[in-house]
């Protein structure tokens, strides 16, 4: 009888990265959360990514369109009214960003994949209706 064979190489960070983006959009149900456009969509990250326990939290995550991501959420003078909207959007303050953030040893990236890819199954099995206009 063949075993099988199975990948147990850590997680890249680009497939981290891209799941967490997969997770950002499905929770948003597809939609930029600022404009409600559907298409040309990106993840961004409402406070950067010094450490991965705060790189790949959900909370500090939203979906936006490819305009709104680089004509708003990073121009100077749009970004810091488009971040005060994020972390109102997302229940954050500078206090629980940086609770979510701190760095109590090395982040186990077979977790964080596995959480990341439970919380993707989440969002596609519970949809978010369209808005009705």
Known sequence: MRKLKTKNSRPTIKELDKLWADCVKARAGN???YSGKTEGLNAHHVH???NYRLRYELDNGV????GVHFFVAHVQGRAEAFKVWAMRLRGLNNEKAQLLGMNCGASDL???KLLLQKKLKEFNANPIPPKST
């Open 110 to 112: 077979f977790l964080i």
């Open 31 to 33: 939609r930029c959360e």
């Open 48 to 50: 950067g990514k010094p």
């Open 63 to 66: 979906c936006i369109t490819k």
